[in-house]
């Protein structure tokens, strides 16, 4: 049964936030793109930044993943303020940009391969598991040029089942997905979120997640957060 708006506070207010920013400031080329905006994530919860093109998604994302810093204001992870501990924030952390991340001269396996190598080697079994769970099963030693676009994102998106990262961070990930690829990576989300982690996401779909999924509208009418309930 999915918990009324009022629970989801409830819920929030009783544990401390895994990430959290407060008074963030941005402009680009002399336009503000976000001023005084204050967000928590907790475990267990998804939450999907939305805003018109331009309004500074990709760049909220990117200055949570420490990519870029032309920002003011504080962030932290478990209350910890994350430039006195970055170490062991990017240790949590798992960031899958809008482009898909991929080498289309590598196999699937090999990509995985490599770009898990920073949390350790990573078994055949583990990955051949993981390309079946996104419907790749038999593609793990194909080369990604060989595929189609799509495939090639389920490749990407094989990393989070892969990596022990608690808070995922994701830019458009659905893009390119057939329905099938739609509903298997909700799935995932929901499925991580149970597990207590943490999903940060912009997206134009319309997340259809069993879990609980908060949204951060960036708009140009300034900010707003809303506990919405799936």
């Not at 899958?96 to 196999?107: C, P, S, W, Y």
């Not at 090999?110 to 949390?119: K, P």
């Not at 099963?137 to 090639?152: E, L, W």
């Given at each position: 049964m999915s918990a009324s708006p009022q629970a989801s506070v409830g819920t929030a207010a009783a544990t401390s936030p895994l990430l959290e920013g407060r008074s963030l400031f941005c402009e680009r080329d002399d336009r503000v793109l976000f001023s005084g905006l204050d967000f928590h994530l907790h475990g267990g919860e998804v939450m999907q930044v939305q805003g018109s093109n331009g309004s500074g998604k990709t760049t909220l994302l990117r200055i949570l993943c420490g990519l870029n810093s032309n920002y003011e204001g504080e962030l932290f992870w478990q209350g910890v303020p994350i430039d006195e501990?970055?170490?062991?924030?990017?240790?949590?952390?798992?960031?899958?940009?809008?482009?898909?991340?991929?080498?289309?001269?590598?196999?699937?396996?090999?990509?995985?391969?490599?770009?898990?190598?920073?949390?350790?080697?990573?078994?055949?079994?583990?990955?051949?598991?993981?390309?079946?769970?996104?419907?790749?099963?038999?593609?793990?030693?194909?080369?990604?040029?060989?595929?189609?676009?799509?495939?090639?994102?389920?490749?990407?998106?094989?990393?989070?089942?892969i990596s022990p990262a608690r808070l995922w961070v994701l830019d458009e990930p659905f893009t390119t997905l057939d329905v099938r690829g739609v509903k298997a990576l909700e799935h995932l989300l929901a499925q991580h979120a149970a597990r207590g982690g943490a999903v940060l996401v912009t997206t134009h779909h319309a997340l259809n997640v069993p879990c609980e999924l908060r949204r951060l509208n960036l708009d140009t009418e300034g900010v707003r957060l809303d506990a919405a309930s799936a």
């Open positions: 501990d970055r170490e062991s924030f990017l240790a949590s952390l798992l960031y899958l940009g809008h482009r898909v991340g991929v080498n289309k001269i590598l196999t699937a396996r090999e990509n995985l391969r490599w770009s898990c190598a920073l949390h350790g080697p990573v078994s055949d079994v583990a990955i051949d598991e993981a390309l079946a769970s996104l419907g790749l099963a038999g593609y793990a030693d194909i080369a990604c040029r060989n595929m189609s676009a799509g495939q090639q994102q389920r490749v990407s998106l094989a990393r989070l089942l």
